[in-house]
């Protein structure tokens, strides 16, 4: 089965700051990597794609990176509308979810 | 507009049995795969089960195998979630999703969740 590390666990920042979460899979995932956000009582909503694709409606400030088997979410300038959780998923073989990072304002 | 509306949750005790479903709209539901994930009280998702556009494949998380069952019926445009032999730490939100065309897609439209609660 495919691990999915993802770090941190928490992360605090302030407004505007460049936030970046990091997630590491166990083996190679090629590029089929999903980056989802949730907040408190709703449900995930589907933030990038393929590692590197914004899903349509998703605020350019999101981006995806991917260095062999470890992919990276960056928030360019962190907004109050981004306190959320966030979770990567990939979807090569079945499907896994990293354990999430905690968003909030410093 | 794409909606997905899970139903069926409630408290149920250990070895007890539940039918979730999940009514479409918004979409040609028969030619998307779709998935229940779930998520427990303060923890992350975990994937449950998957079933194609057809029925054709269907899999299962390791967790459930052998006692959840997922279906689907294309003309009611509804998925649903056997549940059976349910034990306490089956309790979690579970959310229905969309996949997609093929099997290596994410789950772009998720439905709010409902409650499965085994004590």
Redesign the interface.
């Known amino acids: 089965d495919i691990q999915m590390t993802q770090s941190p666990s928490t992360l605090s920042a302030s407004l505007g700051d460049r936030v970046t979460i990091t997630c590491r899979a166990s083996q190679s995932i090629s590029s089929w990597l999903a980056w989802y956000q949730q907040k408190p009582g709703t449900a995930p909503k589907l933030l990038i794609y393929q590692a590197s694709k914004l899903e349509s409606g998703v605020p350019s400030r999101f981006s995806g990176g991917e260095s062999g088997t470890e992919f990276t979410l960056t928030i360019s300038s962190l907004q109050p509308d981004d306190v959320a959780s966030y979770y990567c998923q990939q979807y090569a073989e079945s499907y896994t979810f990293g354990q999430g990072t905690k968003v909030d304002l410093k | 507009e794409v909606r997905l509306e899970e139903s069926g949750g409630g408290l149920v005790k250990p070895g007890g049995s539940l039918r979730l479903s999940c009514a479409a709209s918004g979409f040609t539901f028969e030619k998307y795969s779709m998935?229940w994930?779930r998520q427990a009280p303060g923890q992350?998702?975990?994937?449950v089960s998957?079933i194609s556009s057809s029925d054709t494949f269907i899999?299962y998380?390791d967790s459930v195998k052998g006692r959840f069952t997922v279906s689907r019926d294309n003309a009611q445009k509804s998925l649903y979630l056997q549940m059976t032999s349910l034990r306490p730490d089956d309790t979690a939100v579970y959310?229905c999703a969309r996949g997609g065309f093929g099997e290596?897609?994410?789950?772009?439209?998720?439905?709010?969740?409902t409650v499965v609660s085994v004590s």
């Not at chain 2, 992350?44 to 994937?47: A, K």
């Not at chain 2, 290596?104 to 969740?113: K, N, R």
């Open positions: 998935v994930v992350g998702l975990e994937w998957y899999y998380a959310y290596l897609e994410p789950f772009d439209f998720w439905g709010q969740g």
